[in-house]
Protein backbone atom coordinates (compact mmCIF):
# COMPACT_ATOMS: atom_id res chain seq x y z
CA UNK A 1 0.00 0.00 0.00
CA UNK A 2 1.73 3.11 -0.92
CA UNK A 3 -0.01 6.46 -1.11
CA UNK A 4 0.82 9.50 -2.81
CA UNK A 5 1.76 11.82 0.22
CA UNK A 6 1.58 15.13 -1.34
CA UNK A 7 -2.35 14.41 -2.48
CA UNK A 8 -5.12 15.96 -0.24
CA UNK A 9 -6.85 13.20 -0.93
CA UNK A 10 -4.18 10.66 0.29
CA UNK A 11 -4.16 13.24 3.31
CA UNK A 12 -7.87 12.57 3.63
CA UNK A 13 -8.13 9.25 3.36
CA UNK A 14 -5.66 9.30 5.96
CA UNK A 15 -7.03 10.96 8.38
CA UNK A 16 -10.16 8.78 7.70
CA UNK A 17 -8.64 5.39 7.79
CA UNK A 18 -7.07 6.80 11.34
CA UNK A 19 -10.58 7.50 12.33
CA UNK A 20 -11.84 4.05 11.53
CA UNK A 21 -8.46 2.59 13.04
CA UNK A 22 -9.61 4.48 16.13
CA UNK A 23 -13.40 3.55 16.20
CA UNK A 24 -16.54 5.75 16.96
CA UNK A 25 -16.24 7.98 20.06
CA UNK A 26 -20.00 7.61 20.26
CA UNK A 27 -21.76 4.63 19.85
CA UNK A 28 -25.58 3.65 20.23
CA UNK A 29 -26.49 0.12 20.24
CA UNK A 30 -29.78 -1.46 19.92
CA UNK A 31 -31.34 1.60 21.58
CA UNK A 32 -34.91 1.93 22.85
CA UNK A 33 -37.24 4.24 24.53
CA UNK A 34 -40.74 4.24 25.11
CA UNK A 35 -43.11 6.64 27.13
CA UNK A 36 -45.90 3.91 28.51
CA UNK A 37 -46.85 2.40 25.42
CA UNK A 38 -45.66 5.18 22.90
CA UNK A 39 -42.42 3.66 21.69
CA UNK A 40 -40.49 6.66 20.32
CA UNK A 41 -37.10 5.40 19.56
CA UNK A 42 -37.71 1.69 17.76
CA UNK A 43 -33.84 0.24 18.08
CA UNK A 44 -31.31 2.70 17.34
CA UNK A 45 -27.70 1.58 15.74
CA UNK A 46 -25.37 4.59 15.50
CA UNK A 47 -22.21 5.19 15.51
CA UNK A 48 -20.06 8.20 15.23
CA UNK A 49 -16.55 8.59 14.68
CA UNK A 50 -13.97 11.22 16.53
CA UNK A 51 -14.10 14.19 14.80
CA UNK A 52 -17.17 13.56 12.77
CA UNK A 53 -20.24 15.87 12.20
CA UNK A 54 -22.93 13.60 11.71
CA UNK A 55 -26.16 15.60 11.16
CA UNK A 56 -29.61 13.99 11.91
CA UNK A 57 -33.00 15.12 10.31
CA UNK A 58 -36.54 13.58 10.05
CA UNK A 59 -39.91 15.24 10.63
CA UNK A 60 -41.23 16.24 14.04
CA UNK A 61 -41.94 14.05 16.14
CA UNK A 62 -39.37 11.22 15.16
CA UNK A 63 -37.50 10.75 18.34
CA UNK A 64 -34.54 13.24 16.97
CA UNK A 65 -34.34 15.31 20.35
CA UNK A 66 -35.19 11.87 22.26
CA UNK A 67 -32.06 9.91 20.94
CA UNK A 68 -29.89 12.90 21.53
CA UNK A 69 -31.19 13.20 25.27
CA UNK A 70 -30.54 9.67 25.30
CA UNK A 71 -27.39 10.57 24.48
CA UNK A 72 -26.68 11.89 27.96
CA UNK A 73 -28.81 9.95 29.57
CA UNK A 74 -31.09 13.28 30.40
CA UNK A 75 -33.55 10.85 28.97
CA UNK A 76 -33.16 7.14 30.34
CA UNK A 77 -33.00 4.99 27.56
CA UNK A 78 -35.90 1.99 28.11
CA UNK A 79 -32.95 -0.44 26.74
CA UNK A 80 -29.86 -0.52 24.79
CA UNK A 81 -26.23 1.04 25.33
CA UNK A 82 -24.77 4.23 24.86
CA UNK A 83 -20.98 3.92 24.77
CA UNK A 84 -19.03 7.02 24.99
CA UNK A 85 -15.22 6.29 24.89
CA UNK A 86 -15.46 2.97 24.84
CA UNK A 87 -17.45 3.59 28.26
CA UNK A 88 -21.34 2.32 28.40
CA UNK A 89 -22.56 5.07 30.19
CA UNK A 90 -26.13 3.12 30.87
CA UNK A 91 -24.03 0.57 33.53
CA UNK A 92 -25.17 0.76 36.53
CA UNK A 93 -21.75 1.81 38.16
CA UNK A 94 -20.98 4.49 35.45
CA UNK A 95 -20.74 8.19 37.40
CA UNK A 96 -22.94 10.26 35.18
CA UNK A 97 -22.14 13.25 36.35
CA UNK A 98 -18.21 12.72 35.66
CA UNK A 99 -19.71 11.14 32.30
CA UNK A 100 -21.69 14.34 31.03
CA UNK A 101 -18.61 16.43 30.89
CA UNK A 102 -17.53 14.23 28.38
CA UNK A 103 -20.85 14.94 26.67
CA UNK A 104 -21.80 18.89 25.26
CA UNK A 105 -25.23 19.74 25.18
CA UNK A 106 -26.53 22.69 23.04
CA UNK A 107 -30.35 23.54 23.18
CA UNK A 108 -33.10 25.19 20.99
CA UNK A 109 -33.59 27.37 23.92
CA UNK A 110 -30.66 28.42 24.70
CA UNK A 111 -31.08 27.29 28.73
CA UNK A 112 -29.00 30.00 29.69
CA UNK A 113 -29.02 30.64 33.45
CA UNK A 114 -30.60 33.68 33.68
CA UNK A 115 -29.77 34.76 37.10
CA UNK A 116 -25.91 34.82 35.88
CA UNK A 117 -23.60 36.69 33.31
CA UNK A 118 -22.34 35.21 30.22
CA UNK A 119 -19.00 34.70 32.25
CA UNK A 120 -20.96 33.02 35.12
CA UNK A 121 -22.82 30.97 32.76
CA UNK A 122 -20.05 29.56 31.76
CA UNK A 123 -17.42 29.11 34.94
CA UNK A 124 -20.36 27.31 36.65
CA UNK A 125 -19.68 23.59 35.92
CA UNK A 126 -15.94 24.85 35.31
CA UNK A 127 -15.71 25.52 39.51
CA UNK A 128 -18.38 22.80 40.52
CA UNK A 129 -17.81 19.64 38.47
CA UNK A 130 -14.33 20.21 37.32
CA UNK A 131 -13.12 21.92 40.43
CA UNK A 132 -11.14 24.68 38.71
CA UNK A 133 -9.65 27.28 41.44
CA UNK A 134 -12.47 30.85 40.53
CA UNK A 135 -9.18 32.38 39.00
CA UNK A 136 -8.16 29.04 36.63
CA UNK A 137 -12.17 28.73 35.61
CA UNK A 138 -12.54 32.40 34.36
CA UNK A 139 -9.10 32.08 32.19
CA UNK A 140 -10.76 29.12 30.70
CA UNK A 141 -14.18 30.64 30.61
CA UNK A 142 -13.15 33.93 28.79
CA UNK A 143 -11.25 31.51 25.90
CA UNK A 144 -14.48 30.14 25.88
CA UNK A 145 -16.29 33.31 24.98
CA UNK A 146 -13.54 34.27 22.49
CA UNK A 147 -13.83 31.71 20.81
CA UNK A 148 -17.57 32.52 20.05
CA UNK A 149 -16.72 35.91 19.70
CA UNK A 150 -18.01 37.22 22.49
CA UNK A 151 -15.48 38.04 25.15
CA UNK A 152 -16.80 42.00 25.06
CA UNK A 153 -20.18 40.52 26.58
CA UNK A 154 -19.00 38.14 29.43
CA UNK A 155 -20.09 40.78 31.94
CA UNK A 156 -24.00 41.41 30.07
CA UNK A 157 -26.82 38.89 31.67
CA UNK A 158 -28.82 36.89 29.13
CA UNK A 159 -31.90 39.35 29.05
CA UNK A 160 -29.01 41.72 27.50
CA UNK A 161 -27.86 39.43 24.71
CA UNK A 162 -29.22 38.89 21.49
CA UNK A 163 -30.81 35.27 20.55
CA UNK A 164 -27.67 34.58 18.54
CA UNK A 165 -25.53 35.24 21.27
CA UNK A 166 -27.40 33.61 24.14
CA UNK A 167 -26.61 30.33 21.74
CA UNK A 168 -23.41 31.59 21.50
CA UNK A 169 -22.68 31.91 24.92
CA UNK A 170 -24.68 28.82 25.45
CA UNK A 171 -21.87 26.67 22.83
CA UNK A 172 -19.39 28.37 24.97
CA UNK A 173 -20.44 27.12 28.20
CA UNK A 174 -20.40 23.85 26.92
CA UNK A 175 -17.17 23.91 25.20
CA UNK A 176 -15.27 25.13 28.06
CA UNK A 177 -15.82 22.04 29.83
CA UNK A 178 -13.64 20.54 27.10
CA UNK A 179 -15.92 17.44 25.92
CA UNK A 180 -15.16 14.32 23.71
CA UNK A 181 -18.62 14.93 21.29
CA UNK A 182 -21.30 17.94 20.99
CA UNK A 183 -24.96 17.27 20.78
CA UNK A 184 -27.11 20.41 18.87
CA UNK A 185 -30.82 20.09 19.12
CA UNK A 186 -31.76 22.66 16.95
CA UNK A 187 -29.35 25.33 17.55
CA UNK A 188 -31.04 27.98 15.29
CA UNK A 189 -34.48 27.01 15.08
CA UNK A 190 -35.17 29.42 17.82
CA UNK A 191 -33.28 32.43 16.49
CA UNK A 192 -34.20 34.97 13.78
CA UNK A 193 -33.07 34.35 10.04
CA UNK A 194 -30.65 37.13 10.32
CA UNK A 195 -28.63 35.74 13.28
CA UNK A 196 -28.38 32.27 12.29
CA UNK A 197 -25.34 32.67 10.46
CA UNK A 198 -23.24 33.65 13.47
CA UNK A 199 -23.90 30.69 15.23
CA UNK A 200 -23.17 28.67 11.83
CA UNK A 201 -20.21 29.94 11.45
CA UNK A 202 -19.26 29.25 15.26
CA UNK A 203 -20.29 25.75 14.33
CA UNK A 204 -18.47 25.45 11.58
CA UNK A 205 -15.30 26.59 13.86
CA UNK A 206 -16.04 23.91 16.30
CA UNK A 207 -15.72 21.73 13.73
CA UNK A 208 -12.48 22.84 11.79
CA UNK A 209 -11.37 22.13 15.69
CA UNK A 210 -11.77 18.77 15.32
CA UNK A 211 -14.97 18.38 17.69
CA UNK A 212 -16.80 15.03 17.10
CA UNK A 213 -20.84 16.59 16.69
CA UNK A 214 -23.99 15.28 16.09
CA UNK A 215 -26.61 18.03 15.10
CA UNK A 216 -30.37 17.89 15.12
CA UNK A 217 -31.01 20.38 12.56
CA UNK A 218 -33.59 21.77 9.56
CA UNK A 219 -30.41 23.92 8.02
CA UNK A 220 -30.60 21.51 4.67
CA UNK A 221 -28.19 23.80 3.44
CA UNK A 222 -25.42 23.94 6.31
CA UNK A 223 -26.14 20.43 6.52
CA UNK A 224 -25.07 19.90 2.67
CA UNK A 225 -22.19 22.14 3.11
CA UNK A 226 -20.83 20.64 6.38
CA UNK A 227 -22.11 17.27 7.63
CA UNK A 228 -20.21 14.80 7.19
CA UNK A 229 -22.97 12.39 7.23
CA UNK A 230 -26.44 12.69 7.16
CA UNK A 231 -29.01 10.48 9.02
CA UNK A 232 -32.41 10.41 8.11
CA UNK A 233 -35.18 9.12 10.82
CA UNK A 234 -38.54 8.55 10.78
CA UNK A 235 -40.94 7.03 13.42
CA UNK A 236 -38.54 6.37 15.65
CA UNK A 237 -35.84 3.97 13.34
CA UNK A 238 -33.15 5.28 11.32
CA UNK A 239 -34.38 4.64 7.77
CA UNK A 240 -31.23 5.80 5.47
CA UNK A 241 -27.57 7.44 5.88
CA UNK A 242 -25.09 8.47 4.23
CA UNK A 243 -22.62 11.37 2.87
CA UNK A 244 -24.68 14.61 2.29
CA UNK A 245 -24.63 14.80 -1.51
CA UNK A 246 -25.88 10.83 -1.25
CA UNK A 247 -28.41 11.45 0.60
CA UNK A 248 -29.56 14.87 -0.54
CA UNK A 249 -28.78 14.42 -4.13
CA UNK A 250 -30.35 10.60 -4.38
CA UNK A 251 -32.49 9.43 -1.44
CA UNK A 252 -32.96 5.80 -1.78
CA UNK A 253 -36.12 5.38 0.50
CA UNK A 254 -39.18 6.59 -0.31
CA UNK A 255 -39.74 8.44 2.78
CA UNK A 256 -36.70 10.18 2.32
CA UNK A 257 -37.65 11.50 -0.65
CA UNK A 258 -41.05 12.32 0.25
CA UNK A 259 -39.69 14.51 3.54
CA UNK A 260 -36.67 15.98 1.43
CA UNK A 261 -39.09 17.26 -1.05
CA UNK A 262 -41.22 18.46 2.17
CA UNK A 263 -38.72 20.90 3.42
CA UNK A 264 -37.16 21.88 0.31
CA UNK A 265 -40.37 23.66 -0.61
CA UNK B 1 -62.98 62.71 88.94
CA UNK B 2 -66.38 62.26 87.96
CA UNK B 3 -66.64 65.60 88.50
CA UNK B 4 -63.02 66.26 85.85
CA UNK B 5 -64.91 63.71 83.28
CA UNK B 6 -67.76 65.89 83.31
CA UNK B 7 -66.03 69.16 82.60
CA UNK B 8 -63.95 67.88 79.96
CA UNK B 9 -64.09 68.78 76.13
CA UNK B 10 -64.53 65.02 73.76
CA UNK B 11 -61.20 66.21 72.69
CA UNK B 12 -59.82 65.91 76.40
CA UNK B 13 -61.39 63.44 76.57
CA UNK B 14 -60.15 60.94 74.18
CA UNK B 15 -56.47 62.60 75.01
CA UNK B 16 -57.09 61.37 78.70
CA UNK B 17 -58.32 58.30 77.68
CA UNK B 18 -55.06 57.28 75.39
CA UNK B 19 -52.72 59.54 75.45
CA UNK B 20 -52.45 59.81 79.34
CA UNK B 21 -49.27 60.97 80.27
CA UNK B 22 -49.01 59.97 83.88
CA UNK B 23 -50.25 56.01 82.66
CA UNK B 24 -47.83 56.28 79.87
CA UNK B 25 -45.19 57.33 82.17
CA UNK B 26 -45.59 54.29 84.55
CA UNK B 27 -45.76 51.80 82.20
CA UNK B 28 -43.45 52.21 79.82
CA UNK B 29 -40.89 50.50 80.91
CA UNK B 30 -43.28 47.38 81.10
CA UNK B 31 -44.50 47.94 77.88
CA UNK B 32 -40.41 47.90 76.32
CA UNK B 33 -39.88 44.91 78.12
CA UNK B 34 -42.61 43.39 76.01
CA UNK B 35 -41.43 45.25 72.80
CA UNK B 36 -37.76 43.37 73.58
CA UNK B 37 -39.94 40.02 73.40
CA UNK B 38 -42.49 40.73 70.85
CA UNK B 39 -38.68 42.18 68.36
CA UNK B 40 -37.22 38.67 69.71
CA UNK B 41 -40.03 36.63 68.40
CA UNK B 42 -40.62 38.18 65.39
CA UNK B 43 -37.05 37.53 64.57
CA UNK B 44 -36.53 34.02 65.40
CA UNK B 45 -39.97 32.79 63.79
CA UNK B 46 -38.85 34.90 60.81
CA UNK B 47 -36.11 33.50 60.30
CA UNK B 48 -36.48 29.71 61.64
CA UNK B 49 -39.66 29.44 59.90
CA UNK B 50 -38.53 30.28 56.37
CA UNK B 51 -35.74 28.37 56.81
CA UNK B 52 -37.41 25.07 57.45
CA UNK B 53 -39.91 25.88 54.76
CA UNK B 54 -37.04 25.94 52.24
CA UNK B 55 -35.62 22.97 54.01
CA UNK B 56 -38.80 21.25 53.27
CA UNK B 57 -39.35 22.52 50.05
CA UNK B 58 -35.79 21.46 48.81
CA UNK B 59 -36.49 17.78 50.21
CA UNK B 60 -40.11 18.01 47.95
CA UNK B 61 -37.70 18.64 45.00
CA UNK B 62 -35.80 15.09 45.35
CA UNK B 63 -39.57 13.51 45.14
CA UNK B 64 -39.01 10.52 47.51
CA UNK B 65 -42.63 9.43 47.59
CA UNK B 66 -43.32 8.90 51.13
CA UNK B 67 -41.08 11.89 52.25
CA UNK B 68 -43.34 14.36 49.92
CA UNK B 69 -46.45 12.50 51.60
CA UNK B 70 -45.82 13.77 54.69
CA UNK B 71 -44.48 17.30 53.84
CA UNK B 72 -47.52 17.93 51.50
CA UNK B 73 -49.65 16.17 55.16
CA UNK B 74 -47.43 18.84 57.43
CA UNK B 75 -48.29 21.72 55.43
CA UNK B 76 -51.30 21.26 54.28
CA UNK B 77 -52.65 20.72 58.07
CA UNK B 78 -50.60 23.62 59.30
CA UNK B 79 -52.48 25.96 56.87
CA UNK B 80 -55.45 24.88 57.53
CA UNK B 81 -55.49 25.27 61.37
CA UNK B 82 -55.65 28.70 63.28
CA UNK B 83 -52.34 28.47 65.28
CA UNK B 84 -54.45 30.05 67.96
CA UNK B 85 -55.69 26.33 68.35
CA UNK B 86 -52.09 24.91 68.24
CA UNK B 87 -51.21 27.36 70.90
CA UNK B 88 -53.81 26.16 73.52
CA UNK B 89 -52.81 22.68 72.66
CA UNK B 90 -49.25 22.59 73.14
CA UNK B 91 -49.19 25.00 76.10
CA UNK B 92 -52.38 22.94 78.02
CA UNK B 93 -51.41 19.69 76.37
CA UNK B 94 -48.47 19.20 76.15
CA UNK B 95 -47.52 19.58 80.24
CA UNK B 96 -49.62 16.38 80.90
CA UNK B 97 -47.76 14.14 78.63
CA UNK B 98 -44.54 15.29 80.60
CA UNK B 99 -43.46 18.03 78.38
CA UNK B 100 -43.86 21.64 79.65
CA UNK B 101 -42.94 24.75 77.76
CA UNK B 102 -42.92 28.23 78.64
CA UNK B 103 -45.50 30.52 76.85
CA UNK B 104 -42.56 32.46 74.93
CA UNK B 105 -41.24 28.98 73.11
CA UNK B 106 -44.84 27.97 72.67
CA UNK B 107 -44.98 30.48 70.60
CA UNK B 108 -41.66 30.14 68.69
CA UNK B 109 -42.35 27.12 67.87
CA UNK B 110 -45.93 26.90 66.57
CA UNK B 111 -45.84 30.27 64.53
CA UNK B 112 -42.06 28.53 63.33
CA UNK B 113 -44.38 25.97 61.89
CA UNK B 114 -47.14 27.96 60.48
CA UNK B 115 -45.01 29.69 58.66
CA UNK B 116 -42.76 26.96 57.27
CA UNK B 117 -45.80 25.36 56.28
CA UNK B 118 -46.94 28.21 53.95
CA UNK B 119 -43.28 28.52 53.20
CA UNK B 120 -42.81 25.79 52.08
CA UNK B 121 -45.71 25.92 48.98
CA UNK B 122 -44.69 28.78 48.49
CA UNK B 123 -40.79 27.75 47.52
CA UNK B 124 -42.22 24.68 46.13
CA UNK B 125 -44.06 26.88 43.81
CA UNK B 126 -41.28 28.89 42.91
CA UNK B 127 -39.27 25.39 42.40
CA UNK B 128 -41.93 24.60 40.03
CA UNK B 129 -42.21 28.00 38.49
CA UNK B 130 -37.94 27.35 37.05
CA UNK B 131 -38.38 25.69 33.15
CA UNK B 132 -37.20 22.56 33.16
CA UNK B 133 -34.54 23.69 30.13
CA UNK B 134 -32.56 25.27 33.13
CA UNK B 135 -32.64 21.57 34.69
CA UNK B 136 -31.53 20.19 31.68
CA UNK B 137 -28.59 22.35 30.84
CA UNK B 138 -27.28 22.29 34.28
CA UNK B 139 -27.25 18.82 34.60
CA UNK B 140 -25.84 18.26 31.03
CA UNK B 141 -22.69 20.00 32.04
CA UNK B 142 -22.53 17.86 34.68
CA UNK B 143 -23.93 19.27 37.72
CA UNK B 144 -25.40 17.09 40.25
CA UNK B 145 -29.11 17.29 41.63
CA UNK B 146 -28.10 18.95 44.68
CA UNK B 147 -25.98 21.48 42.72
CA UNK B 148 -28.11 22.17 40.09
CA UNK B 149 -30.97 22.73 42.79
CA UNK B 150 -29.01 24.99 45.00
CA UNK B 151 -26.83 26.94 41.88
CA UNK B 152 -29.49 27.51 38.94
CA UNK B 153 -32.65 26.67 40.41
CA UNK B 154 -33.04 27.81 43.77
CA UNK B 155 -31.79 31.79 43.13
CA UNK B 156 -34.75 31.41 40.17
CA UNK B 157 -37.38 30.65 42.03
CA UNK B 158 -36.19 32.44 45.24
CA UNK B 159 -36.68 36.01 42.70
CA UNK B 160 -40.39 35.09 42.67
CA UNK B 161 -41.14 33.61 46.43
CA UNK B 162 -40.15 37.32 47.51
CA UNK B 163 -43.73 38.81 47.65
CA UNK B 164 -45.99 36.67 48.75
CA UNK B 165 -43.49 35.30 51.47
CA UNK B 166 -42.82 38.63 52.88
CA UNK B 167 -46.27 38.95 53.48
CA UNK B 168 -46.80 35.81 54.40
CA UNK B 169 -43.67 35.94 56.81
CA UNK B 170 -45.27 39.91 58.26
CA UNK B 171 -48.98 38.13 58.77
CA UNK B 172 -47.63 35.43 60.86
CA UNK B 173 -45.47 37.52 62.65
CA UNK B 174 -48.15 39.51 63.94
CA UNK B 175 -49.37 36.10 65.66
CA UNK B 176 -47.20 36.61 68.07
CA UNK B 177 -50.16 39.00 69.76
CA UNK B 178 -51.83 35.30 70.43
CA UNK B 179 -49.00 34.94 72.89
CA UNK B 180 -51.04 37.70 75.39
CA UNK B 181 -54.23 34.21 75.99
CA UNK B 182 -51.09 31.87 77.56
CA UNK B 183 -49.62 34.52 79.54
CA UNK B 184 -46.53 35.97 77.48
CA UNK B 185 -45.11 39.29 78.45
CA UNK B 186 -44.82 40.47 74.80
CA UNK B 187 -46.12 43.92 73.96
CA UNK B 188 -49.46 43.03 74.40
CA UNK B 189 -49.35 41.22 77.19
CA UNK B 190 -47.89 43.85 79.22
CA UNK B 191 -50.52 46.35 77.93
CA UNK B 192 -53.42 44.65 78.77
CA UNK B 193 -52.23 43.61 82.74
CA UNK B 194 -51.04 47.34 82.90
CA UNK B 195 -54.79 47.93 80.98
CA UNK B 196 -56.42 45.84 83.91
CA UNK B 197 -54.50 47.60 86.57
CA UNK B 198 -54.45 51.07 85.75
CA UNK B 199 -58.25 51.10 84.49
CA UNK B 200 -57.21 53.17 81.36
CA UNK B 201 -57.02 51.89 77.43
CA UNK B 202 -53.37 54.14 77.42
CA UNK B 203 -51.25 51.04 77.74
CA UNK B 204 -53.41 49.26 74.71
CA UNK B 205 -52.35 52.65 72.38
CA UNK B 206 -49.05 52.38 73.58
CA UNK B 207 -48.88 48.91 72.49
CA UNK B 208 -49.83 49.50 68.74
CA UNK B 209 -47.54 52.46 68.40
CA UNK B 210 -45.15 49.47 69.54
CA UNK B 211 -46.11 47.19 66.50
CA UNK B 212 -46.22 50.30 63.62
CA UNK B 213 -42.86 50.99 65.12
CA UNK B 214 -42.13 47.05 65.33
CA UNK B 215 -43.60 46.39 61.67
CA UNK B 216 -43.03 48.94 59.81
CA UNK B 217 -39.40 48.63 58.90
CA UNK B 218 -40.35 44.97 57.70
CA UNK B 219 -43.71 46.21 55.26
CA UNK B 220 -40.65 49.02 54.05
CA UNK B 221 -37.95 46.29 53.63
CA UNK B 222 -40.89 44.30 52.37
CA UNK B 223 -41.52 46.47 49.67
CA UNK B 224 -37.64 47.20 48.69
CA UNK B 225 -36.94 43.27 48.37
CA UNK B 226 -40.00 43.27 46.20
CA UNK B 227 -39.26 46.38 44.01
CA UNK B 228 -35.38 44.90 43.97
CA UNK B 229 -36.11 41.18 42.83
CA UNK B 230 -38.69 42.42 39.87
CA UNK B 231 -36.72 45.07 38.39
CA UNK B 232 -33.02 43.19 38.05
CA UNK B 233 -32.38 42.19 35.22
CA UNK B 234 -36.10 42.12 33.67
N1 LIG C 1 -41.55 13.29 28.20
C1 LIG C 1 -42.34 12.76 27.25
N2 LIG C 1 -43.44 12.07 27.59
C2 LIG C 1 -44.23 11.50 26.64
N3 LIG C 1 -44.00 11.58 25.32
C3 LIG C 1 -42.91 12.26 24.92
C4 LIG C 1 -42.02 12.88 25.85
N4 LIG C 1 -41.03 13.48 25.16
C5 LIG C 1 -41.29 13.25 23.86
N5 LIG C 1 -42.41 12.52 23.70
C6 LIG C 1 -42.98 12.04 22.42
O1 LIG C 1 -41.97 11.37 21.74
C7 LIG C 1 -42.07 11.61 20.34
C8 LIG C 1 -40.74 12.09 19.82
O2 LIG C 1 -40.41 13.35 20.39
P1 LIG C 1 -39.08 14.11 20.02
O3 LIG C 1 -39.12 15.39 20.78
O4 LIG C 1 -37.93 13.23 20.21
O5 LIG C 1 -39.28 14.40 18.47
P2 LIG C 1 -38.41 15.29 17.51
O6 LIG C 1 -38.02 14.41 16.38
O7 LIG C 1 -37.33 15.96 18.25
O8 LIG C 1 -39.47 16.34 16.98
P3 LIG C 1 -39.29 17.91 16.68
O9 LIG C 1 -38.70 18.00 15.31
O10 LIG C 1 -40.70 18.42 16.71
O11 LIG C 1 -38.43 18.48 17.74
C9 LIG C 1 -43.19 12.62 20.16
O12 LIG C 1 -44.34 11.92 19.74
C10 LIG C 1 -43.39 13.19 21.53
O13 LIG C 1 -44.74 13.53 21.72
MG1 LIG D 1 -36.91 17.97 18.82
Redesign the interface.
Known amino acids: MTRPSTSSIAADRLVSDARAERGSILELIALHKSYGPLDVLKGIDLKVKPGEMVFLIGPSGSGKSTLLRCCNRLEEPTSGAVIVEGEDITAPSVDLNKARRRIGMVFQSFNLYPHKTALGNVTLALVKVSRLSRAAAREKAMAALADVGLADKAAAYPAELSGGQQQRVAIARALALEPKVMLFDEPTSALDPELVGDVLDVMRKVRAAGMTMLVVSHEMRFAAEAADRVVFMDGGVIVEEGPPSAVFGAPREARTQAFLSRVKH | MDEAATTMTPGERFIETYFNAAVMERYLPAILDGFVVTLQLAVLVVVSGILLGLALACLRAYRVRPLNVLIVCFADILRALPPLVLILIAYFGLPNVGVSLSAFAVIWIVLTLALAAFAEEIFWAGILSV ?1 P ?2 W ?9 FT ?1 TLL ?2 IL ?2 AV ?1 LTVPPLTNRAIAVTKSTALGMVIGLSDVLGAATTAQSFSGSATPLMMAAIAYVILFLPFVVVARWLESRFKWR ?2
Open positions: AGQQAARSTGLSQSVPQRHA
